[in-house]
């Protein structure tokens, strides 16, 4: 266990180093180093309303139920969500062309302290084809690095049980609990 978590810290730094260009509008990633000659660039972008057609909503799917959305509802929703508390990044399979990562992170205004603002990262999901390239940390470092320049003071998220260690070498400690109350 210990040696399978140093391999993963590492390659956390090795891809925080593959970060370029992120003007939160566009990061791209190497998946594999950059000497690999079938290295594959994933890029890590804000969602487009195109997304719909590249299997955002069947990649939630694989997260929660999102229901019957139509393109009409998703593009309007879309449109509610484009400004600078939201963010959602994608990630493209660049010869699929289809969404296999993506992370939602949103910013709270506070009064405390001094009028901060919060970071929340939302439905993480990597699809489950592609599952151990680290695209789930690279949607959270886009995440992170999209709440910090909006200035917030902390990214919080809530997770379950099972993916706490996921989220702790991501950077994130295990704090306080959840409580939760369904509007029915």
């Known amino acids: 266990m210990k040696r399978e978590e140093t391999t993963i810290e590492r390659r956390l730094t090795q891809l925080k180093t593959h ?46 139920s999102v229901g019957d959305i139509s393109k009409e509802a998703f593009t309007h929703r879309l449109s509610k969500m484009d400004n600078d508390v939201y963010r959602i990044v994608v990630i493209e399979d660049p010869t699929s062309k289809k969404i296999v990562a993506a992370a939602t992170v949103f910013v709270e205004l506070k009064f405390v302290h001094n009028c901060g603002k919060v970071g929340h990262i939302e439905d993480v999901v990597v699809d ?26 902390k990214t919080i998220l809530d997770c379950s049980e099972r993916n706490v260690s996921f989220y ?12 939760r109350f369904d509007h029915e």
């Not at 489950?128 to 003071?153: M, N, P, T």
């Not at 702790?168 to 409580?179: D, I, S, T, V, Y």
């Open 19 to 64: 970060l370029i260009g992120f003007d939160n509008d566009h990061v791209e990633i190497n998946s594999t180093s950059n000497t690999d000659p079938n290295s594959i660039v994933f890029n890590a972008r804000p969602i487009e309303n195109d997304d719909f057609d590249k299997g955002y909503l069947q990649l939630l799917s694989q997260l929660t």
């Open 128 to 153: 489950s084809s592609v599952r151990g390239q680290y695209l789930g940390v690279k949607v959270i470092e886009a995440c992170k690095q999209f709440a910090k320049e909006k200035g917030c003071y």
């Open 168 to 179: 702790e070498r991501c950077g994130f400690k295990k704090k306080e609990l959840q409580m």
